[in-house]
């Protein structure tokens, strides 16, 4: 809010003498941070845009491989509903015990 202020009362030129020789330049310097700071609003408005879009509308691969991976996450849950428990399968030959390495 200050610094508009400053811009605007820096328009007029003070009749009294207050006016010093580095006033332009302090001019310039506001501008120029207020020119820095709402383009830096505006990359951040941006990025936060951007993302938002991605996630409400995908590119058409994305929401392809994002289908696929829902419809087979169901299919895997629906299968493991349906099937019992399987039992441990008994060691083979040519496997270790568990604690193979504690002796």
């Known amino acids: 809010m200050y610094l508009l202020l400053a811009f605007f009362t820096s328009l007029r030129r003070p009749e ?3 006016y010093v020789a580095n006033t332009a ?4 310097f506001v501008i120029a941070t207020m020119c820095c700071f709402f383009f830096l609003l505006g990359c951040f408005a941006t ?3 951007v ?11 994305v929401k392809l491989l ?3 991976a829902a419809s087979n996450e169901e299919e895997l849950i629906r ?3 349906e099937k019992p428990p ?3 399968s008994p060691r083979e030959s040519w496997e270790r015990p568990p604690d193979w390495w504690k002796q």
């Open 79 to 81: 299968e493991a509903d």
């Open 86 to 88: 399987q039992q441990i």
């Open 25 to 28: 330049a302090m001019d310039w």
């Open 66 to 68: 994002m289908e696929l």
């Open 51 to 61: 993302i938002w879009r991605r996630s409400t509308r995908p590119d058409p691969h």
């Open 16 to 18: 009294g003498g207050s």
């Open 47 to 49: 990025g936060a845009y």
